[in-house]
């Protein structure tokens, strides 16, 4: 092939990819979803909310932070620092294949989540609202630049049925009973490798019980009640190898 033809070959080449179309805002958020599953690894740096207000009158609320690393699907490893009731708290949490251990700030011991209890951490879970399987109605907001790096911003609403679903079977044995579930959410994913960056998640839900919910003391015996929480999450470093995460021993 000569000279000239290679070029033109290439030219064309060049001129079809600029053509193509973009990806919707719903396939860009499928192969957004494939991509972070596809890491294996990311590194979650987060913040968030949980309020709670009962119908007896009782109400309360607290923040959280949140860093650390994240294998997928579903083993993490995270340092949660959170203030609740004017104090302040700072808990190393492992999740390995769906259950939860904490460390004792205290003693240093760490503890397995107690069986038939719904974990709040589970509940917002970073990694469990990366499922296609609960986003539809994915529309774009804008294209802002996240670290210095073009993304799409897309907003999109929560299957509420599903999610609903999710909850109870996070609860295990609880006698909760979960209803009125909405949900809203946001994903920033990069236009030069379709990799999520951030996602934002808002859900509300009313609850009959928190009696088999692991919450603190002061909010078990609220009764009927409805509970808001955010979470906004970044990742960064996909794919970087960590050490591994295993479960600790547990402490007698």
Not at 29 to 36: D, F, Q, V
Not at 106 to 124: C, E, F, H, I, V
Not at 142 to 166: F, N, S
Request: glycine letters at 10%; a negative charge; hydrophobic letters at 40%.
């Amino acid at each position: 092939m000569s000279v000239s033809r290679g070029a033109a070959v290439l030219a064309i080449v060049g001129l079809l990819v600029a053509c193509a179309p973009e990806p919707t805002a719903s396939e860009l958020t499928a192969k957004g979803i494939a991509n972070l599953k596809s890491a294996k690894t990311v590194q979650i740096d987060g913040a968030g909310t949980i309020a709670l207000k009962a119908q007896n009158g009782l109400s309360f609320n607290f923040d959280f932070k949140m860093s650390g690393d994240a294998a997928i699907p579903n083993n993490a490893r995270l340092n949660v620092q959170m203030a609740l009731l004017g104090m302040s708290f700072n808990v190393d949490t492992i999740t390995v294949d769906g259950r939860g251990y904490t460390k004792d700030p205290a003693t240093g011991k760490w503890s397995q989540g107690a069986a038939g209890k719904a974990q709040l951490n589970g509940m917002m879970d970073p990694l469990g609202s990366i499922d296609s399987s609960l986003l539809r109605d994915v529309v774009e907001v804008d294209r802002p630049e996240v670290d210095g790096r073009k993304t799409r911003h897309l907003r999109y609403q929560a299957d509420t049925a599903k999610m609903i679903e999710d909850m109870r079977k996070a609860a295990g044995t609880s006698t909760a009973s979960v209803s009125n579930a909405q949900g809203t959410g946001e994903l920033w994913i990069r236009i030069d490798d379709s990799q999520i960056v951030r996602q934002l998640v808002k859900v509300s839900v009313d609850v009959d019980a928190l009696s088999g919910v692991d919450v603190p003391a002061a909010a078990a015996n609220m009764g009927k009640a409805s509970m808001e929480m955010s979470l906004d999450i970044h990742f960064s470093h996909h794919g970087e190898a960590f050490p591994q995460i295993t479960a600790p021993p547990v402490g007698p």
